[in-house]
């Protein structure tokens, strides 16, 4: 054998050998074990804003955190539990607690006893016992419309905090768990802008999901759409306030507040709105009832949220007539409902129509069409049911338009302004034709 390939060999191993025995010194060296020794770690419980701001009411308290418990839970194991007795409502609190180093998860309930949540989700947390933030997240919460008594029931929260990395040194960083209240806030202004004062007897809020959400919130979801649970999304309700007898003097506001769940207009009603209506009577004892459909931009109510719906009465009453020519042989009639500020044309086959407005003081007169005018501003859905579309007829005032076989729905937009001892006042309504 050559003696000069076996030296040259020998030298190459021990030049990897060395190589090696550097590299474990240095791999030993950079990766010292963690101290197991809990330490001080530091976090912020808070509850969000409400999406809507408003003056402070007697509700404000119990809509504040008054109590807290937090679990802390490591490799599916409940390893703390933190638990703050009621010391008065706080919308953020700061604390520490002593944590082996690692990764966390931190599940946060406020205004939620542990009795509460067990009889409601079976959920319970013992010091040692398996738990999962997945497991929480899989639980839905049964949230009753107008269950919750504005300034007496506390508004339950729930919030989490996934991956909270606790090192074995000490850091100044500050956890935060936010925690969002699971109810929705209704505030509805009623002010009276009518000539006499009224009593208002009756509020409706429709219509609503009905059912369980879940337990956690989505914390991308929030302030937009939300997720109703599938076995919600079948069962809507409406929210009822009877007995009122609230005396409105004339330009007074008064305000009424409950709270909800959280709802999807697209899933309750086919126009994708929610509406009020409003019971009152007059001082002269007649009675009355009207129909308001809540703003476009409110198409869903969200957890959390802080909805202002004001709602101002006046002596106009706005109504739509509909003259229609079916060919002979069709349907001679046409199917006419109202929701709130929506009017509902149902037609089962084709023809011309005519749909003019009308409009009357609150004694019933009704006003020549010189003291209003309105106009289309927008037309959309299905328009090619349309053999002529809808368009305001400049001579006799009113909407005409043809309809053809095909079915579908068309929404006009019409704005109206109605002039009473000169002072203009504006409408919007929406007409919503159904071709069958």
Not at 184 to 197: F, G, H, L, S
Not at 241 to 270: C, M
Not at 401 to 428: F, H, K, S, W
């Amino acid at each position: 054998m050559n003696t000069q390939y076996i030296k040259q060999l020998y030298t190459l191993l021990l030049i990897l050998g060395a190589v090696w025995i550097l590299s474990s010194c240095s791999r030993e060296s950079n990766s010292a074990p963690v101290d197991p020794t809990p330490v001080s770690a530091n976090f912020r419980l808070a509850a969000p804003s409400t999406v809507a701001t408003a003056s402070p009411d007697e509700t404000r308290d119990t809509e504040l955190i008054n109590s807290w418990w937090i679990v802390f839970i490591k490799d599916n194991k409940v390893i703390e539990i933190l638990d703050r007795t009621s010391t008065g409502p706080v919308e953020q609190e700061y604390f520490n607690v002593n944590l082996e180093p690692g990764t966390y998860d931190g599940i946060a309930y406020a205004n939620i006893t542990r009795e509460e949540l067990a009889q409601k989700t079976s959920l319970s947390y013992a010091l040692g016992s398996t738990a999962s933030l997945s497991q929480a997240m899989s639980k839905s919460w049964d949230m009753a419309n107008n269950s919750i008594t504005p300034g007496t029931d506390l508004i339950p929260m729930t919030g989490y905090l996934s991956g909270v990395v606790i090192s074995d040194r000490k850091e100044s960083v500050t956890h935060s768990i936010e925690v969002v209240r699971m109810a929705a806030k209704v505030e509805i202004q009623i002010t009276n802008a009518a000539k006499k004062a009224l009593t208002l007897n009756n509020i409706t809020l429709g219509v609503l999901n009905k059912g369980a959400i879940s337990l956690m919130p989505d914390y991308k979801k929030l302030e937009n759409r939300p997720d109703i649970l599938e076995e919600a999304q079948n069962s809507v309700e409406s929210v009822n306030i009877d007995h009122l007898e609230q005396n409105i003097a004339i330009g007074s506001t008064y305000k009424n507040i409950f709270y909800v769940r959280e709802s999807d207009a697209s899933i309750t009603h086919p126009t994708g709105r929610f509406y009020i209506t409003l019971k009152f009577t007059r001082a002269d004892g007649a009675e009355a009832e009207q129909h308001y459909a809540v703003t476009d931009e409110l198409q869903w109510i969200q957890r959390n949220d802080h909805i202002v719906i004001p709602v101002t009465i006046t002596d106009l009453v706005l109504d739509w007539n509909v003259i229609f020519y079916p060919p002979i042989g069709g349907y001679p009639a046409v199917a006419k409902r109202t929701e709130g500020d929506d009017n509902f044309f149902t037609f089962g086959t084709q023809g011309k129509f005519a749909i003019r407005p009308i409009v009357r003081l609150e004694d019933g007169t009704t006003l020549p069409p010189a003291s209003y005018d309105f106009t289309i501003t927008s037309t959309e859905g299905n328009t090619e049911i349309f053999t002529k579309l809808p368009s305001k007829d400049s001579l006799t005032g009113e909407i005409t338009g043809e309809l053809n076989t095909n079915t579908g729905t068309a929404v006009l937009t019409c704005t109206i302004t109605v002039t009473i001892d000169n002072e203009p006042q504006t409408r919007v309504r929406k007409i919503y034709i159904i071709r069958d």
